[in-house]
């Protein structure tokens, strides 16, 4: 079977590989779609804490159960399924107390040291793995694993009745915000973004205001404040923009090494806070359910599917900031464009 293997930082093959056979606790997964994002450059690039190579990448994967371990009989061949790649150790301080996704141990599919989607049949855990309905379309639901990331966001943010959001990046990630705020809330919505191509799916998924820059707003204070963009241009504007008593989450990944400019002073005098969020905790039922349920517009954000071969083009398009969602399709015979 074909896969696409990361074999060390910086390098990446396609091979011919046999089936995964499952563990008792273990399903066996035929991947229909799964999305290409940040991470799956941070980890090609070597800069992931904890990757172990060779890796075959990808998480955020939807297929069909093709086989199941002795002990995984909640599960079928034939099931239409979403998988949760965090997989954490169950012992730690944090596992013990209700934060596993700041487990030490953390595990990623596709990510640290267990394989990922970007096969044609992978493993995964009997306890991370999610049913779909039959009538669920298995390409777009590969947008439940980075819902599921929005969700925890949204957990951590203080969703109050009349908020104003004002989300910067118009990527999968700040769609996925800016789709969520009514839901918790938001008496308006802004979203901003440098690329203007990001901008158009913004306004073609409807929301409120869509915008090249936070100053053309006709406000100049939000409740909440979310920066989707991991860009420290995009925090030091964002920052200043929180009403007095509000909310500034960092849902962006910045560079490891980065530091944002912001002013102790109005930390205090406004008291205002300032929220991280990591991954996923308790939030992948959650995702499947809204998903299934209409809670965002999946067919806008996906523009591209390509084959198991043409991972290296989806890569590079990735980089440059082209299209929309890119995802890799590997029951597909050639890549297509698809909006
Ligand atoms: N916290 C989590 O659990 C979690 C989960 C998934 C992704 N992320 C992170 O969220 C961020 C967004 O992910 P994505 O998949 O949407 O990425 P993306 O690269 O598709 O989108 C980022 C967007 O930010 C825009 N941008 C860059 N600089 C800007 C600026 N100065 N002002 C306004 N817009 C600017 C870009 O044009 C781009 O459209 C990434 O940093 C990613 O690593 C975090
Ligand atoms: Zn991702
Ligand atoms: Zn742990």
């Known amino acids: 079977m074909r896969a696409v293997v990361f074999e060390e930082a910086g390098k990446l093959t396609q091979v011919d590989r ?7 606790k273990d399903v066996v997964i035929e991947t229909a779609a799964v999305g290409v994002c940040g991470t799956d450059t941070h980890v090609f690039d070597g800069e992931f804490e904890g990757t172990v190579y060779p890796l075959v990448p990808g998480h955020e994967a939807t297929g069909v159960v093709v086989g199941v371990g002795s002990e995984a009989t909640a599960f079928a061949p034939g099931d239409h399924v979403a998988v949760n790649p965090s997989t954490t150790c169950g012992a730690c301080e944090f596992c013990a107390n209700g934060k596993s996704n700041l487990c ?15 096969q044609e049949r992978f493993v995964a855990p009997v306890s991370n793995v999610y049913r779909l309905r039959p009538e669920t379309d298995l390409y777009e639901a ?8 929005a969700i925890r966001g ?13 989300v910067y990046g118009a990527g999968t990630m ?6 969520l705020a009514p839901r918790a809330g938001a008496a308006s919505v802004t979203i901003v973004d440098i690329n203007a191509e990001r901008l158009e799916t913004a306004s073609e998924l409807g929301i409120q205001h869509v915008l090249t820059g936070a ?4 406000r100049d204070k939000w409740d909440v404040v979310v920066d989707c963009t991991g860009a420290i241009p995009a925090i030091e504007d964002a ?3 929180v009403k007095a008593g509000g909310t500034f989450q960092h849902f962006g990944v910045a560079p490891a090494e980065a530091t944002a400019d912001y002013s102790p002073f109005r930390v205090y005098r406004d008291e205002i806070s300032i929220v991280g969020t990591m991954a996923v905790l308790n939030s992948f039922g959650r995702a499947v359910e809204m998903f299934e349920a209409g809670a965002i517009n999946p067919g806008p ?10 991972y290296p083009r989806a890569l590079e398009l990735f980089r440059k900031g082209e299209g929309r969602k890119l995802q890799i399709r590997p029951g597909d015979t050639a890549s297509r464009v698809l909006l």
């Open 104 to 118: 030490r141990e953390w595990n990623g599919l596709g990510v640290v040291a267990s394989d990922g989607a970007s």
């Open 154 to 166: 949204y957990d951590l943010l203080p969703r109050r009745m009349g908020d104003h959001y004002l």
């Open 18 to 24: 046999p089936e995964p056979t499952p563990g008792p």
């Open 142 to 149: 590969a947008l439940i694993e980075p819902l599921a990331c």
């Open 174 to 179: 700040g769609l996925l915000m800016a789709q």
């Open 301 to 310: 954000m996906i523009s591209h599917s390509f084959t198991l071969d043409d």
């Open 215 to 218: 100053d053309q707003a006709e």
């Open 239 to 241: 920052l200043p923009r």
